[in-house]
């Protein structure tokens, strides 16, 4: 086994503190990744504390990881020691049912492995540990290859808030011609901005913060609506052909709905604590042929393709980098919006 380090949570609800303990040895199929920076994502925080379902503990978050590539295995193939390598959300699946031979692991049939807070069925039966830790161990179809044009701390957030806004947007086709309104502006509206400008959208930002105007328009955005406004609302009801509703708190989705056009699709990214609630049923969907959809993170071929598709545009995530000790800080602003837009841990302080 491979001596390791990391913050864990001990139990539900509790610090992050130093935790020592064992990555498994690289197999024949594996990369070993020294993890340079791991994004902060509000889903390490929802899963410290049992606020999706009951956790695995000791938990060691985080899947927004990028770092070097220090052993490979004796069948890795697209994969050497020294290059830079990234590990998302997942891990494993079952690699066999119909959509993991699609290149759609995230909807396996028979269940996808998280990279933290799950038992890896399909391998050893181990919990998996996340990336606030200095090393990692991953299958190399799990393992995603970084460009070394990006600027490396920006490019961890794209393994999660990246391709959770790029992977709908390419789903959907949101391209030239269409009117995207992105809904929130942080850690996921920011790329959900950036792709679509990228894409050739029409993109707007609907906010309940007017202070986030200028950002947006630095973001590349091409108008931007202050939805307590009832004069800007007016403007724009009935104008949008998506909407991409990044918002993980609770929010009026008949408002949004009233802002698509006849065959509008509102696709929803964000998790509200108390799911989706439609109220005024025949009025936002039937007489609008409107469609609410969900998408989930993208399977490997197309993270992928995203990672790809920032090196070309040269896209990465607006960070904020932080030291590990710092963590706690970190999740304090998180959960407040105060961050512009993601934080990165530097893992060389946890050394």
């Known amino acids: 086994m491979i001596t390791a380090k ?7 609800n509790s610090k992050l503190e130093l935790w020592n303990f064992e990555r498994r040895e690289v197999g ?6 020294e993890i340079l920076y791991c994004g902060v994502c509000h ?8 606020e999706w379902f009951e956790g695995i503990f000791p938990m060691i978050p985080g899947h927004e990881i990028v770092g070097r590539v220090v052993k490979v295995g004796d069948h890795v193939k697209n994969f050497k020691v020294g290059d830079l390598a990234g590990v998302g959300t997942l891990v494993n699946s079952c690699g066999h049912c119909e959509h993991c031979e699609d290149g759609l692991e995230v909807y396996c049939k028979e269940g ?25 161990v991953t299958d190399e179809k799990f393992t995603l290859r970084i460009s070394e044009t990006l600027h490396l701390a920006a490019t961890a957030p794209l393994l999660c808030a990246g391709i959770t806004t790029y992977s709908p947007l390419k789903h959907w086709k949101v391209g030239k011609g269409h009117k ?7 850690g996921l509206g920011h790329m959900a901005v950036k792709f679509g400008v990228a894409l050739g959208a029409e993109v707007t930002v609907l906010s309940t913060s007017p ?3 200028a950002d947006a328009k630095k973001l590349g955005v091409h108008n931007f609506v202050v939805t307590s406004d009832p004069v ?6 009935s104008s949008f052909d998506f909407i991409i509703d990044t918002v993980s708190a609770e929010h009026d989705f008949d408002f949004y709905l009233s802002l698509l056009k006849v065959d509008g699709v509102h696709i929803c990214v964000g998790i509200p604590p108390i799911g989706l609630t439609i109220k005024s049923v025949g009025g936002s969907l039937q007489m609008g042929r409107r469609s609410v959809v969900g998408s989930a993170v993208g399977g490997l071929p197309e993270t ?3 990672l790809n598709f920032c090196a070309e545009h040269n896209i990465t995530a607006e960070i904020e980098l932080i030291d590990i000790k710092d963590i706690h800080a970190a999740f304090d602003r998180m959960e407040k919006g105060d961050v512009r837009y993601r934080f990165v841990i530097d893992m060389e302080t946890l050394k």
């Not at 889903?43 to 049992?50: F, K, P, R, V, Y």
């Not at 799950?118 to 181990?126: A, E, F, T």
């Not at 995207?180 to 942080?186: I, K, T």
């Open 6 to 12: 990391g913050y864990a949570a001990r139990k539900a």
């Open 28 to 33: 024949n199929h594996d990369v070993q990744i």
């Open 43 to 50: 889903s390490d925080l929802a899963q410290i504390n049992n």
């Open 112 to 136: 996808v492995i998280a990279t933290y807070n799950n038992v890896d069925k399909y391998r050893d039966n181990l919990p998996t540990y996340g990336g606030y830790s200095n090393t990692i």
């Open 180 to 186: 995207l309104a992105v809904l929130g502006l942080g």
């Open 211 to 213: 202070k986030k105007e």
């Open 232 to 237: 800007q609302i007016e403007q724009v009801k």
């Open 304 to 306: 992928q393709e995203m």
